[in-house]
């Protein structure tokens, strides 16, 4: 400690240019030599000073103390950091404490994506809706009764979050559930996860494994087929199950009308998904 004290002392004042004023104030007060304690956020010694009575703390010798160890996880997803020295006094004139001001720093997760459920294995697995928030408090100075003077502000950082899988065929290659976790930036711990599932053959009542206009044509006949005798017709399962394109739970019109659209739709577009369609409609 005693080196690295000199080493600063002496690059403060070489580097700030007053050597003369420092020899005088050496020489001049010789025997008045005074304790600096920078304290950590414990109120432990952090760094010691020992300085000529009148010698000036300026921003170099500050910025000469290394406090890259003035940081610390206070949880997984808040960290406390140095900002600047609190009680530096112009002249050294006695044994003084300095105290250190922080930024603390805290992610959270305030709202989980929307999309739950996947329909094409060809989706990426969307983000939209998803809000992750840093919320920053900076301590600014500190009261004469020891409490902190704050502020705080919030940034989205939701753009910038990961999850550990991009795609619908990454997410679903062992099961039809799969788990999404969501990483802050640079971060090795998941702020949140939630389930997503994959629900297969929709739109595919004829279940050969191509959406065409005869799955359309057979919600269709299905829905003739009831209009004409609701009160006894049941409707077929596999068109129940697969054809009811709006998930209200019963066969109609617009089912075979929804059907019908998104196959148009992907016929002029190969890359269009169920779970596009879905989004818009
Ligand atoms: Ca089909
Ligand atoms: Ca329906």
Redesign the pocket.
């Known amino acids: 400690m005693i080196k690295s004290v000199i080493s600063v002392m002496t690059a403060a004042v070489i580097g700030s240019g007053t050597i003369q004023l420092t020899a005088s104030s050496l020489s001049a007060t010789a025997n008045a030599l005074y304790t600096v304690r920078f304290l950590d956020f414990d109120g432990n010694t952090f760094y010691t000073l020992s300085v000529p009575a009148g010698q000036r703390i300026d921003s170099k010798i500050l910025s000469s103390i290394d406090t890259s160890g003035l940081s610390r996880q206070l949880d997984t997803h808040t960290q406390q950091r140095f900002s600047s020295w609190w009680g530096v006094p112009d002249y050294v004139d006695s044994d003084v404490y300095v105290k250190p001001l922080s930024i603390i720093g805290t992610i959270s997760l305030e709202k989980l994506p929307d999309k739950k459920q996947y329909f094409s294995l060809e989706s990426d697995i969307s983000k939209a809706g998803l809000v992750v928030n840093i919320t920053l408090e900076t301590q600014t100075g500190i009261n004469a009764d020891g409490s902190y003077i704050t502020k705080k502000e919030y940034v989205d950082i939701s753009s910038t979050c990961t999850l550990n899988c991009s795609t619908a065929k990454d997410a679903f290659k062992s099961d039809n559930k799969a788990t999404v976790k969501i990483y802050p930036i640079n971060s090795a711990h998941p702020i949140g996860n939630y389930e997503i599932s994959y629900i297969e053959g929709i739109a595919d009542v004829d279940n050969d494994d191509i959406i065409t206009g005869s799955d359309a044509t057979l919600v269709l006949r299905e829905y003739t087929l009831l209009s004409s005798d609701p009160d006894n017709y049941k409707v077929d399962e596999s068109v129940l199950k697969f054809g009811?394109?709006?998930f209200?739970g019963?066969?109609?019109g617009?089912?075979a009308t929804l059907l019908l659209r998104y196959y148009t739709l992907k016929s002029s577009d190969s890359e269009y998904t169920l779970d596009m369609f879905f989004d818009e409609n």
């Open positions: 009811d394109m709006d209200d019963v066969i109609t617009s089912d």
